[in-house]
């Protein structure tokens, strides 16, 4: 018994090394990178497993069309990467092969389609998402995520802390013996300091009043705890803004209730938690194949789509008819952080008319519906008629 205590605080050992390591990253950081100043602004396109390619090539191609004269004039290129699929990162038993890191690494922000996460029982390793390895790796620490249902007063945007809480250790617990098992979750100054200031920045630069705090502080206190009072620091230099906080649970129960949700405005909170809330709060909106998400950092952005990679709908030929407005509102979400926001909201209001209101082309996932080059084609000649 007393070697099993050892070793297990050996590895834990370790991960507190790692941990640390990374807090003296967090402090050396500088400030968020200036894309003005930059001579020229590379986009990585990364196509991922299952229906991404096709996906992702359609929001390529609108990107490609509003940014026309940028890429004429040398400011903005575009670096198609493709070695980030299952079979790759099986074969070298990686999240992201080295050469595949190295090509995003030369890039200032991506848009990314869906990538396969391999769970226990698949075919493949059960090695780590390259969602949350990409993440780690270029240290996207706030994950953005905007939720709009305009006829329901519904107007959310979650800063879902994006490195750290239940996933930075996700795949580095450890079973103790046959009987139990451990993971761990972790949250730092640094961490949750960033992530709290990127909410109140965004409620202050977007005329929000209300900045919602969600944990299970009352449950998980250290971490959690933690998270709530650093939150609730940062917030006294906001005093322009109000601030509630909610445990995850109610909260959960609260985006039902019609009445209170339309009070939510900005949400800041832990990964996990931010995980399921934001699954539950795209519904509203129409599922999560509706929704874009950032992945923030201050050296690099990457954008994504948030549902899966479906490789059913490759298997049976109907890739071509998978819906890219997920990852065509990433694009746009893409377009306004590099400073061209007026293109990306030419976007969001072409994306508005052709799944809302005007609906002249619809996408049901098979031959009965159209295809995802027409919907962009579509979409392309919105934007022409606005
Ligand atoms: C998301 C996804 C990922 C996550 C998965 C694919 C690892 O659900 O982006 O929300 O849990 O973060
Ligand atoms: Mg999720």
């Keep these: 018994m007393n070697n099993m205590i050892q070793e297990a605080k050996e590895k834990f050992g370790k991960l507190v090394e790692e941990q640390l390591k990374r807090v003296e990253m967090m402090k050396s950081q500088g400030d968020f990178i200036n894309y003005k100043e930059l001579d020229q602004i590379i986009i990585g396109i990364v196509g991922g497993d299952g229906i991404g390619p096709a996906i992702t090539a359609q929001a390529q191609r609108i990107l490609e069309f509003l940014l026309k004269d940028e890429v004429e004039k040398g400011k903005v290129r575009f670096k198609v990467i493709d070695g980030l699929t299952i079979e790759n990162r099986a074969k070298v038993n990686k999240a992201i092969p080295d050469d595949v890191l190295e090509e995003l690494k030369e890039c200032h922000v991506i848009l990314k389609g869906p990538t396969t996460t391999p769970r226990a029982g698949d075919p493949w390793p059960n090695i780590e998402s390259a969602n949350v390895a990409m993440r780690k790796e270029l240290d996207l620490f706030a994950n953005v995520r905007p939720v709009r249902v305009p006829e329901q007063g519904i107007d959310w945007t979650f800063f879902r802390e994006n490195t750290e809480g239940a996933y930075v250790l996700g795949s580095k617990g450890f079973h103790i013996n046959e009987d139990i098992a451990f993971d761990f979750k972790v949250m730092t100054t640094q961490g949750i300091e960033r992530i709290a200031r990127a909410a109140f920045d965004y409620a202050r630069a977007n005329g929000k009043k209300r900045v919602t705090i969600v944990t299970k502080a009352n449950v998980v206190k250290t971490t959690d705890g933690k998270f709530l009072n650093i939150c609730k620091e940062v917030a006294k230099d ?149």
């Design 238 to 386: 906001y005093p322009e803004i109000e601030v509630d906080d909610w445990y995850i649970d109610i909260m959960t129960a609260k985006l039902v209730d019609e009445k209170r949700r339309t009070q939510f405005q900005v949400i800041v909170l832990p990964n996990l938690y931010g995980d399921i809330l934001t699954d539950e709060a795209a519904e509203f909106q129409g599922g999560v194949g509706t929704a874009g998400s950032a992945n923030i950092g201050k050296r690099y952005a990457m954008f994504e789509a948030i549902h899966g990679s479906a490789p059913r709908m490759v298997e049976e030929g109907r890739a071509k008819y998978a819906d890219p407005s997920s990852i065509i509102r990433a694009a746009s979400m893409l377009l306004s952080h590099i400073g061209y926001v007026e293109e990306s909201q030419k976007l969001d209001k072409a994306m508005d008319i052709c799944t809302r209101t005007e609906k002249k082309l619809v996408i049901t996932g098979r031959d009965t519906g159209a295809t995802n080059e027409e919907f962009a084609d579509y979409v392309m000649e919105t934007i022409k008629s606005l």
